[in-house]
Structures are given as C-alpha cells and as structure tokens.
C-alpha cells in the first residue's frame, strides 16, 4: 500500500490548503494559460477536461502494470508500481555498482507510464543518462540545445538553460522572470513532473567553506528575501515561511556553516518547489495522492550528514524539508553509498528501499533499529511490512538496459516466507559472528593453524613435539561494535571518526577506546590532518573479517580523502615531522612540512578537478606504491623537470608535479 504524501499530518494539510486558495485568479489564468500552451496551439477546456491534459499519471485503461525490477526463476516479473514511489525512496549501493543507472532506469520507467521527466545534472554535458535534461550552467554560459528523441518534433523538447540554482540574484529580479521561464518551459518542454538533480554534493559546493564568510550569509539572505518578494507577487506560491520554513529559521539560528548549507540547499529546494507548485495548480480542485512529482538527489551522502542536527524548533532540516516537499506533491529519491551512511531517522521515514550489491548481512548488523534480512546465495529481497519494496541483486557485470533485467535471480517473499527465512538468517548471522568463533576448535582458527607447513607422521615421531602444551596463537575476539567499525571501513574507506560514530550510533571516549584498541591491534590506521582523524582499515582487518578490500577507492566521496591520506603517509616517511592545515576548505590541501634542518617546505595540493576519479584510476595500474603530491611551489621547479624527463613514474622519480601535468601525461 502506497503512503500518503501528506504523513496524514494536519499541518501539512492545511498548508496545501491555504496555497490553493491563497492564488489570485490572475494567477491562475496565467498559470492555466502557460500550462495549456503547446507548440503554439491552445487546447480547448473541453478536450483538456476529456483526456486530462498532461496528467501525473495515465487514466487506469491504459496504466500498463508496475514498473518491472526483474525476474524470479520461474520467470515471474517482479515490478513497482509508480504509486509505490510516493513519500521517499532510498537507492544504496557501493561506488560503481549503478545507482545512478538504476534510478534513471526508474525515470524511464516512469517516462514510459506518461510521467513526463524533466531532469537536472550539475556536473555530467547533457544526453548521458537520459534524453531530456536541463544542464545548471553558470549564469554566463550559453543554453545547450538538447538533442530530440527519436519520433518526437525538436521544438518539443527544446529547454532552456535554468540559472535559478546558481545564482539567487535571479529569483530576487521579481516575479515576471519565474513566469517567463514556467511559459518557456510549458511551451517546449511541457510539464515537468519528475525532477532529478544528479551529484548533491557539486551543487552543494559552497557548504565547506561557509563558516566565517559573510558572503554566504548574505547568500542565504537573498535567497529568503527573494522567496518573499515572489510571495507577494504571487499570492503567497514561493513564500518562504510556508513554503521553506526551515530556510528562514537557519537565518538567525544556526552556525554560518550550517547557513552557507541552507542557502544551496534552499536553491534546489526552491526549484522542486517551483515545479512542483506548476503540477498542483494545474491540478487544482482534484485530491490526487499518487505521484506528483520525482526529486532525485544523486551522492546525497554531504546533505544527510551535514544535516543531523535539529533547527531551532527541534526539527531536522533534512525531513522538514522532504515534508514540505511531499506537501505540494514532490517525492524524494535518495542515492547513498552504504547502509552506514542512512541514519535510522530516514530508514524510518522510507517507504521504498532499494539495495544493490556487493551489500551482504555484515553491513546490515549494525544499522540501528536492525534491518532483518532473507538471504539466499546469490541475491535476494528482503520483505518488510512497512516497505512498499526492498530490492537486493548481486553485482555481476551489471548492465541495466530497459525494461531491467536483474543479473541475478530475485526472489519475490511471502510474509511467511520471509519470517521463516528472517529467523533462519538472523541465526546464521550470529553463528558467523559470535565471540566464540575464534577459538581452537572454530573452523577458522583450525584454517589458520594448517597453514603452516607439515611434516611427516615418520618424522613427527622420530621428534617428539616440544611446543604441544602451548596453544594455537589465535586472534581476541571482536565484539559487535568493532566489527561493525571494521565492516564499516571496508565498504566505505577513509571515512572521519564523526562519521563512523554516526553511522555505528557510537559516542564519546567508547569510540575512542574502540580506535586504541584497533589500532593497536593493527588493524586500522589513523591519520591526523589537522583537527579531523581519517581512518582506514588495514589489509589484516580486511582478511580477519573475510571481506575483499582494495585500498584504491573506486568513483566515490573519498577519493580526495585517499589522496590526502596518501599525501600524508609520504609526508610522514620524508619528513620527521608533518602538519596539514586546512584539509577541507575550498578544495585545497595545504601541507606544511619541516624537514630536519628546520627548513620549511610548503606543498598546495589542488583537489578542485572533475578529472581526478579518473586520473587516479589511470595511474593505478603503473604507480603502485608511488603517490602523487600536486603542488604550484616555486621550489619544486626542479623536481618538476625531473618528472617530466620520466613518463613511466618509476619508483625513483620524485612524486611532485602539477595537476595539469599529471592529467595532460595520462589522457587516453
């Protein structure tokens, strides 16, 4: 059973209800006028009465089924239905694996059930997902002019560039250019029902260097001023004390990081809203709780953690915000790398849930509340009441084309089903990680004690054993919660300790005792750059919790922290002692080093580059043990020209060069 993108809450009832009648009717002839025109043609009351002129969703004779998720073995279709995608809809899977082409499988889908799709990416050239996009340029850069799907008119699908995220002086020139880009978008693009802005975190660009700057205070500012000029222009549609009334509070109630967030954040928030308010008031007079709109939020790891403190009234933003857009009919899709990373306030709030592989019941133990799980070999789905779905495949070559073919079998789950095979995996988890699992007599310590070399039975009796009385050297056991860390840290390397404490619910000086004690046990490392502590987990930590760990991050949020962790370790060997300030801020490292003579020597490394993913991973395979320290120090001209007479990077060249170099040298 679908939600009701209301909560059935009161609040949020009488909010939609006081924006419809707070419309003036100039306002609605005007928006009644924008939404009905169509390659230059009115359509007549009577034909937009009799065919519902662009609706959410088709009439129910043509509603051709739910949108297929795969096949069980039997060849039995496993799909959801559009309505299922109501309230929110958490996408997780591990870097690489295709959440980012599993949800535009899901647009798709709904493009082809008559949801018409108008998406935004902030950093990808437009026509590489899906056929229709909006790219957020700087306000200086020209519009790009999209490309027609086959059988459609080009004028159709002509969009303009939106500068409405980029810059907020735009929605504070006045309401005539917010009208001017709805007609421009009613007239060739027609409705927009779903929303997908791809990579949060590039649109959130400005959040880590807002503590302490006045210019995104007065950014924040703008943004709330301009809501309420649009407010009163348009009878109270933009307003932001109902529409966004979370964006105003952060004005004077929170830290000037936290207000630098809530001015980008508003910005994307303000465009769902203003898409958001066109599908409702072109709907207007009819209670329609199914799917009015879709806002995907790519990478939205950065908005979820830098959200979790509460505003001023007790309420977190990040759910405020997703409540406000659930009230005027917009459903939020988030795409997040791990289970570690869902807090359990938006497991509870969601209503879909959809895993991709490599995610396995370790990952799983120690989500709190507990994720029960029904697994089988391969792939499986797990079944929860409260869920509308929860989609598990095992990652193998995964391709996606449509309709979506899952690599591996899925399983479609009875509530008996899943109960029965609820309490077969809960034990099967336990017995796999109890404390007793490294004892003499456990399988895995009789693994590693016949991997040492054997003898003969003849000479084994010819020399009697001396060492029978001692015991086989075995590891301690770990306990839940440092296992939980290290499971942690094999999925999603080099993440900050306040990280991990969120996502493992662990506090104070336990988290700390927890971090001496792996350490000491070598199986993580700790580096310091400034007041942050990075850690990653060892190759021993890997193989004593049986997972398969690469220290080479794929593409994800922590190639930036790989490199800085890699900068550091060089730093450590060259130098006696290593100081890095400023790790996070604006897209820089600054590395100060005193060599052993006293000398000072100053390293900037510049991380602000879309290419780095891929330089790192073309560099993977001949730099091994080599690391890279990107630097524009005059002293390092020297060290510069030895890089450039060595192509090959051998293990004797020094490992300092520019960014510029380094990409230009290692281009396909």
Same mark, same amino acid.
């Given at each position: *059973? ?8 009161? #609040?949020?009832? /009488?909010?939609?209800?006081? +924006? ?6 100039? *306002? ?6 924008? !939404? ?8 007549? /009351?009577?034909?937009?009465? &009799?065919?519902?002129?662009?609706? %959410? ?42 959440? =980012? ?38 306000? @200086? ?12 008119? @080009? ?12 810059? =907020? ?7 005539? #250019? ?99 308010? %066109? ?6 007079? !009819? ?14 790891? $950065? ?29 939020? *899709? ?43 070999? =391969? ?6 009441? /409260?869920?509308?779905?929860?989609? @598990? ?14 690599? $591996? ?50 000479? &084994? ?8 009385? %001692? ?41 700390? @005792? ?30 004593? %919790? ?9 593409? $994800?949020?922590?190639? #930036?922290?790989?490199? +800085?962790?890699?900068?550091? &370790? ?11 300030? #400023? ?53 390092? +001209? ?31």
């Amino acid at each position: *059973m679908a939600h009701d993108w209301r909560y059935h809450d009161p #609040h949020l009832q /009488r909010l939609a209800t006081r +924006q419809e009648r707070s419309l003036s009717t100039s *306002m609605r002839q005007s928006i009644e006028r924008a !939404i009905t025109r169509r390659e230059g043609m009115l359509i007549s /009351r009577a034909e937009r009465n &009799n065919h519902r002129a662009f609706p %959410i969703l088709p009439p129910d004779d043509a509603f051709t089924g739910p949108i297929l998720m795969g096949h069980t073995p039997a060849g039995q279709p496993v799909g959801i239905r559009p309505d299922d995608f109501t309230r929110l809809t958490i996408l997780l899977g591990s870097p690489g694996t295709g959440k =980012s082409l599993l949800a535009a499988s899901i647009i798709e889908a709904l493009q082809a059930h008559g949801i018409w799709i108008l998406t935004t990416d902030a950093k990808s050239p437009p026509n590489t997902v899906l056929p229709m996009s909006v790219p957020m340029l700087e306000p @200086h850069e020209a519009a790009i002019t999209l490309d027609a799907p086959p059988g459609q008119s @080009h004028d159709q699908w002509l969009t303009r560039c939106l500068h409405l995220i980029e810059s =907020s002086v735009y929605l504070s020139s006045g309401s005539t #250019h917010v009208r001017t880009l709805i007609d421009e978008l009613m007239r060739n693009g027609r409705s927009p029902h779903a929303i997908c802005l791809a990579e949060l975190a590039h649109i959130l660009h400005c959040r880590a260097k807002a503590k302490g700057n006045l210019k995104e205070q007065q950014h924040l500012q703008s943004a709330a001023t301009a809501l309420d000029r649009l407010s009163q222009a348009d009878g109270g549609l933009f307003s932001s004390t109902t529409m966004l009334p979370w964006t105003k509070r952060l004005t004077t109630s929170h830290g000037l990081w936290l207000r630098g967030l809530a001015a980008e954040t508003s910005r994307v928030a303000t465009l769902a809203t203003m898409y958001a308010a %066109i599908n409702r008031q072109h709907h207007l007079g !009819i209670n329609d709780r199914r799917l009015h709109g879709l806002c995907v939020l790519d990478d939205a790891r $950065g908005l979820i953690f830098d959200t979790k403190k509460p505003t001023i009234s007790g309420v977190n933003p990040f759910l405020e915000a997703t409540d406000v857009a659930q009230s005027v009919g917009i459903s939020v *899709m988030l795409l997040i790398q791990s289970l570690a990373e869902v807090p359990s306030y938006l497991v509870n709030a969601a209503s879909n849930l959809l895993l991709i592989g490599p995610i396995d019941g370790n990952e799983l133990m120690y989500l709190r509340p507990r994720l029960e799980l029904n697994q089988e070999q =391969s792939s499986f789905l797990v079944h929860q009441p /409260r869920f509308n779905a929860v989609l @598990h495949c095992r990652h193998a070559d995964f391709t996606l084309p449509f309709p979506l073919r899952l690599p $591996g079998p899925a399983y479609v789950l009875s509530e008996a089903e899943a109960a029965q095979r609820q309490q077969h995996a809960k034990a099967q988890l336990l017995a796999n990680y109890h404390p007793q699992r490294w004892s003499p007599q456990s399988p895995a310590a009789t693994a590693a004690t016949t991997s040492a070399p054997t003898r003969s039975p003849a000479h &084994n009796a010819a020399t009697p054993s001396t060492t029978s009385h %001692i015991p086989a050297s075995t590891p301690p056991p770990l306990d839940a919660d440092a296992h939980a860390l290290l499971v942690t840290l094999a999925r999603h390397p080099y993440m900050l300790q306040a990280e991990l404490g969120n996502a493992a619910g662990l506090r104070g000086r336990h988290l700390t @005792h927890l971090r001496d004690e792996l350490a000491a046990q070598q199986l993580l490392t700790v580096h310091k750059l400034s007041r942050f502590q990075l850690w990653e987990l060892t190759r021993d930590a890997a193989q004593r %919790i049986g997972v398969t760990y690469s220290p080479l991050p794929g593409r $994800g949020g922590y190639t #930036h922290r790989w490199l +800085q962790a890699r900068i550091a &370790n060089w730093l450590k060997q060259s130098h006696p002692t290593v100081a890095v300030e #400023h790790p996070w801020q604006s897209g820089h490292l600054d590395v100060y080093a005193r060599s052993a003579t006293g000398d000072q020597i100053a390293y900037e490394v510049v991380l602000s580059t879309s290419n780095l993913d891929d330089v790192l991973a073309k560099l993977a395979s001949f730099l091994g043990d080599t690391f890279i320290v990107v630097t524009d120090n005059a002293a390092a +001209q020297p060290i510069r020209k030895q890089i450039a007479a060595n192509p090959l990077f051998h293990q004797s060249a020094p490992t300092v060069m520019t960014l510029a170099k380094l990409i230009a040298q290692t281009k396909p």
